[in-house]
Structure formats: C-alpha cells, structure tokens
C-alpha cells in the first residue's frame, strides 16, 4: 500500500521519469541474463570448435608438409625419366648404327658370295 501513496504523492513527470527507470533497470536484467545463459550454453560449444580447428591446422600443415616431400619424389621421378629417355634415345641411335653395320656385313657377304659362285 505504500508504494501506491508514493504514486499518489508523485508527479506525472516523476512518475514517467521512475517508469522509464525501472523498464531500463528491467531490460539491463534481462540483457545480463540472457548474455549468462547464452555464455553458458555456448562456451563448451565454442571450445570444441576451437579444438576441431586446432586439430584441422595441424591436419592441413601435415599435408603441406606431403606436399613438399611428393613434389620432391616427382622432380626425382621426372629427373629419373629424363635419364631412362636419353639412355633409350642413345640405345635407339646404338642399335641404328649396329644394324647399318649388320646391313653392311650382310651386303659384303653377299657380295662375297656372289664373287665365290662365280
């Protein structure tokens, strides 16, 4: 019943005035509130977004690190094909000039056969 007397004795400007006070003091109460509880429910979750992304910087640093080391087996690989195709190419050009040399003997030997026939 007090406050009531207190209504009655106020002002309307004072008592608009004491209105928009609580309704400020109310609202900061529930921003508090429901800023604690969101805290709450969201920190465990925030943590363990944090942890799977720490665990995913290390997974995509694992996989540079793959990266380097294979781009490293692939310029030993590539160095290694050049090699094996100059080592053919030289193959190829000792072959060519073994058969012009077989061709040759061959073509003396006839030669030397026909020469015998006669």
Not at 15 to 38: E, F, K, P, R, S
Request: glycine share 4%; no cysteine; hydrophobic share 45%.
């Amino acid at each position: 019943m007090n406050s009531l007397a207190i209504f009655q004795v106020m002002s309307v400007t004072a008592a608009v005035l004491l209105i928009i006070v609580l309704l400020l003091v109310a609202g900061l109460i529930g921003y508090l509130t429901a800023w604690y509880y969101a805290k709450s429910v969201y920190t465990p979750v925030i943590k363990k977004l944090e942890d799977e992304k720490a665990q995913l910087n290390r997974q995509v640093s694992a996989l540079k690190d793959d990266i380097i080391r294979f781009k490293g087996k692939i310029a030993d690989l590539e160095k290694k094909v050049d090699d094996l195709d100059k080592d053919v190419s030289e193959r190829e050009i000792e072959i060519s000039r073994k058969n012009d040399i077989i061709s040759g003997l061959e073509n003396e030997l006839n030669t030397l056969r026909k020469k015998l026939k006669v």
